[in-house]
């Protein structure tokens, strides 16, 4: 069994921040990049943002400068920090997880149940 728990999520004023984090657990060898997407109502899922197991970070255009990514490889988690929040910031966040299991199929793309986050202007 492989799973990814997202937590973090809430409402906030705009300008706020927050915080998610994402946590792999199960029968894990190692994993590979870890990424955040999100999902408004009515629009497409959206790369939020990635980072490789080596620490390289990609992210969206729409959140430059304001998320940043990182991780906890001994703790197998995934954080999103998240400043300067905005009203269209609002979204289900998904965490995304490439790893290898130690049982088959090991090579796996696992997704989170996602957390909602909600910034009022």
């Known amino acids: 069994q492989v799973q990814v728990v997202e937590s973090g999520g809430g409402l906030v004023q705009a300008g706020g921040s927050l915080r998610l984090s994402c946590t792999a657990s199960?029968?894990?060898?190692?994993?590979?990049?870890m990424a955040w997407y999100r999902q408004a109502p009515g629009k497409q899922r959206e790369l939020v943002a990635t980072?490789?197991?080596?620490?390289?970070?990609n992210y969206g255009d729409s959140v430059k400068g304001r998320f940043t990514i990182s991780r906890d490889n001994a703790e197998k988690t995934v954080y999103l920090q998240m400043n300067s929040l905005k009203p269209e910031d609002t979204a289900v966040y998904y965490c995304n997880v490439d790893l290898i299991a130690t049982i088959l199929p090991q090579r796996r793309d696992i997704w989170g149940q996602g957390t909602q986050v909600t910034v009022s202007s």
């Open positions: 199960g029968s894990i060898l190692s994993i590979n990049s």
């Open positions: 980072i490789t197991e080596g620490g390289i970070t």
